[in-house]
């Protein structure tokens, strides 16, 4: 692909993940209402191991400016919004990507667990199948970004090839379906089970690179395999495109223009009649 070419430093992912007990945080979000059900406090972790070419939080990658916290003084930020969370709201940790500050992300969700907050992870899920366990118990909603199903163009667009990822979603499918079937058990036996880990999944529609004949039949083909609640499509926008002008960094796909809301809601369609719920999400 010619986005693919003269890569520079900035391009290439950096996977090693930073496993501190203090936090690097961005950023919050107080009232989100794009980042899982209700009302939620979003929190951006600095940091990813991926570098999309499309990016819209570019400036949270570079781990330069961030608030140093501890998960103690984190949920006590959170405390001051809980009162608005009501029943179907809670907390999104996004970024960046969560994942990549593994043990401050479970020592936080296990504060968040603790007082029943409901949680949503927002990630590339590029980590270990050892950080998806730990993360596990302490996760209401997975909610996953799948990139590109052409290794070569996942790592075209994303910095890393994409088996780890695909293997990761699998993983995680299986280990909810085994837990799904041992919550039915004591349902059977106590009457009501838990309420259930579900996994959402997010997918751009960038056009000529995501929303083409054999990707989308790839897709298709994978959401058949894995467990998932619903799958949102997003269509590409160049909202965040400023902020890489800002870093002084080269945007690869200036010339790429979103899609058109005639393809969107073809896709959509499409994914429907294969039984899959489906979101637009703007
Ligand atoms: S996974 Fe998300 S945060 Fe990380 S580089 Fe890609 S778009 Fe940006």
Not at 65 to 86: Q, R
Not at 89 to 100: E, Q
Not at 136 to 157: A, E, N, R
Not at 266 to 277: P, R, T, W, Y
């Amino acid at each position: 692909m010619a986005q693919c070419k003269n890569l520079t430093k900035t391009d290439k992912a950096k996977v090693r993940p930073i496993n501190r007990a203090t936090g690097m945080i961005h950023s919050f979000e107080t009232f989100g209402a794009l980042d899982g059900p209700g009302v939620r406090f979003v929190v951006f972790f600095e940091g990813c191991p991926l570098r999309c070419a499309y990016c819209h939080n570019r400036d949270m990658l570079d781990m330069k400016n961030y608030l140093k916290m501890s998960p103690k003084a984190l949920i006590e930020e959170v405390h001051k919004y809980k009162a608005y969370f009501g029943k179907s709201g809670g907390v999104t940790v996004s970024g960046g990507d969560p994942v990549f500050q593994p043990k401050f992300l479970v020592e936080f969700l296990k504060l968040c667990k603790k007082e029943g907050i409901h949680v949503a992870l927002d990630t590339s899920l590029f980590t270990s199948e050892k950080v998806i366990e730990s993360v596990l118990p302490y996760t209401d909603l997975f909610m996953i970004s799948l990139k590109h199903f052409d290794s070569d163009t996942h790592k075209c667009m994303t910095g890393v090839p994409n088996e780890r990822i695909l293997s990761n979603v699998r993983f995680l499918s299986r280990a909810l379906s085994a837990s799904d079937a041992s919550n039915k058990k004591v349902a059977q036996q106590k009457r009501g089970a838990k309420s259930r880990t579900k996994i959402r999944f997010r997918y751009v529609v960038m056009p000529g690179v995501t929303d083409t004949k054999e990707n989308l039949h790839a897709l298709v083909e994978f959401l058949h395999e894995v467990k998932f609640e619903l799958i949102e499509l997003l269509p590409y926008h160049t909202y965040g495109v400023y902020k890489w002008k800002k870093l002084g960094l080269k945007y690869r796909l200036k010339d790429m223009k979103p899609p058109t809301p005639k393809s969107i809601q073809k896709i959509k369609k499409m994914l429907e009649k294969e039984g899959f719920k489906v979101l637009l999400t703007e």
